[in-house]
């Protein structure tokens, strides 16, 4: 049924929807839709819009709740039923891995439609694998022929980053080594390549470059880490941009700036000046960022080394290991745990949250047109810094960074009711309808996603704008409050506030 048709449906017409939602405040920033709206859904799709009330085989009284296009997360590395299951809580339901992506793209594509996921998932390809697998000889991750079980690739690369030779220069040949297991990944349906400059600074900028090229000959972007995470000059947060936007002109790829707000730390004034530059001058240039003043990574990261602290504007008590909870207590300390558990997550005050000047800096990262929310989801781990990938319920001992549980509510609590930073109808922009048109030239089923309309898909969240918040902290991992119902692709994975735990509604999201 095309969408003129569906817009105008007769309610005396003898139809059967098979969800319909009454009195919510629907909202659509493309179509500037603001108002009291029904909507209908059959076979997964949006079927009208409006005052038309067919009947339907369930009903849902949205009254005093926000009906928009469900979130779009493009930065979550927290690809586990569990990990998803808490970002559908957040309102989540699309969540993509594109900054680390992963290899090889057929096995984890086809390990996690067995599994099953709640919402919609998919990844890039992983540029840091494959450079461990070529430059370091770390095998690809394979299933494990006693227990079936498949170790995701981010553990993987995090496990991993202090190989030796992981950091070197490659030679022209392991160039196109790497070159080649891309390019069959992305012929495998990965979207796009993922780039961790920031993890192997000594790698070749001409690498980098022939990894644009790559993706621009098959018509996706790169989603890069920057190279240079520093306030000090030279190889400052502002060289880390430069690098980007030099070959994003150069090569004419699609350049993606993963978590502008923690990359470019206390030096966002000239970052943004320079990509809006760029963008205004018509290089493919798009941002990301997150509403939270600490990062989180694995130990073990190059600009975590005890002698680059300074250039982040930490001591090593701004480091927080998640195993312990504690804080490191000096560079010893530090030294030790990266050379004994260099995936060991951690928490990272890259902004002190007290401080009005820090939030100003943080707040400007969302004032930059065009950037999109990313949560940087990223996988829980247990007191013994194991990864739980599993599923529910959870683990009582589980840690993990907040924004992999709250991003996108505290976008709407914090950014948008609090400080007054976004507008709803651009946080709605930002967190659904923006990043689906960020993928959907190169990725066609995005091209059916952000938009309360007719003709796309349903997945939608249903939100009360009062109250929606988000609740956890490292250690206390407590689900988003605020989302009461969430629909993926036509089904109820949250249903009056009840997450349902088994749901398999999420599908593969793979590029043309």
């Known amino acids: ?159 991993n980053q202090l190989m030796p030779g992981w950091h070197a220069l490659a030679a022209p040949n392991q160039v196109d080594r790497m070159l080649g297991i891309l390019a069959d990944a992305l012929g495998e349906g990965a979207i796009g390549i993922g780039v961790l400059l920031g993890y192997s600074p000594d790698s070749g900028r001409e690498e980098y470059f022939r990894v644009a090229q790559l993706a621009e000959a098959a018509g996706v972007p790169v989603f890069t880490h920057s190279r240079q995470m520093s306030n000090l000059e030279p190889l400052s947060s502002v060289d880390g941009a430069l690098e980007i936007l030099g070959v994003a002109a150069g090569s004419g790829a699609h350049m993606h700036i993963c978590h502008i707000n923690s990359t470019s730390l206390r ?83 890259y902004l002190d949250d007290t401080s009005p000047g820090d939030i100003s800096i943080l707040l400007e990262s969302f004032q930059l047109a065009g950037t999109v929310v990313a949560s940087d989801a990223m996988p829980l781990v247990d007191v013994n810094g194991s990864y739980l990938e599993g599923g529910w319920p959870i683990p009582p001992d589980a840690r993990v960074h907040p924004r992999s549980i709250g991003t996108f509510c505290r976008t709407f609590g914090w950014l948008v009711r609090e400080t007054g930073t976004l507008t709803l109808h651009e946080a709605i922009l930002r967190t659904s309808t923006m990043p689906a048109e960020l993928l959907a030239p190169f990725v066609p089923a995005m091209a059916k996603k952000g938009r309360l309309a007719p003709g796309f898909d349903a997945d939608l969240t249903l939100f009360d704008p009062l109250t929606i918040s988000d609740r956890a902290t490292a250690f206390a991992v407590i689900p988003s409050h605020g989302v009461q119902y969430l629909i993926v692709n036509g089904l109820l994975v949250i249903d009056d506030n009840v997450l349902d735990q088994s749901s398999s509604a999420g599908m593969p999201i793979r590029s043309k």
């Open 1 to 159: 049924m095309n969408g003129s048709t569906a817009s105008t449906l007769d309610p005396t017409l003898d139809l059967e929807v098979d969800l319909l939602i009454v009195g919510g405040r629907g909202i659509d920033p493309r179509s500037s839709l603001d108002s009291l709206v029904n909507v209908a859904i059959s076979d997964g799709t949006i079927v009208s819009v409006g005052p038309q009330r067919p009947r339907a085989k369930r009903t849902i009284d949205a009254s005093g709740l926000v009906v928009c296009p469900g979130f779009i997360d493009i930065h979550s590395h927290a690809q586990s039923p569990l990990g998803l299951g808490l970002q559908a809580l957040d309102g989540v339901t699309t969540a993509l891995d594109l900054e680390a992506g992963t290899l090889p793209i057929a096995l984890q594509y086809e390990t996690a439609e067995a599994e099953g996921r709640p919402i919609n998932f998919g990844f890039s390809a992983s540029w840091a694998v494959a450079r461990l697998n070529v430059m370091a000889g770390v095998p690809l991750p394979a299933r494990d022929p006693l227990t079936g079980e498949l170790v995701s690739a981010f553990e993987v690369f995090l496990r």
């Open 267 to 349: 030096r966002i004034d000239d970052v943004a000046a320079a990509v809006s530059t760029a963008q205004a001058r018509g290089n493919r240039v798009t941002t990301e960022a997150y509403p939270y003043t600490i990062s989180s990574t694995g130990i073990g990261a190059r600009f975590l080394d005890p002698g680059r602290l300074d250039r982040i504007g930490i001591q090593p008590s701004g480091i927080t290991y998640l195993p312990t909870g504690r804080r490191v207590e000096n560079e010893a300390e530090l030294a030790h745990l990266r050379a004994t558990d260099p995936g060991g997550l951690c928490l990272i005050d």
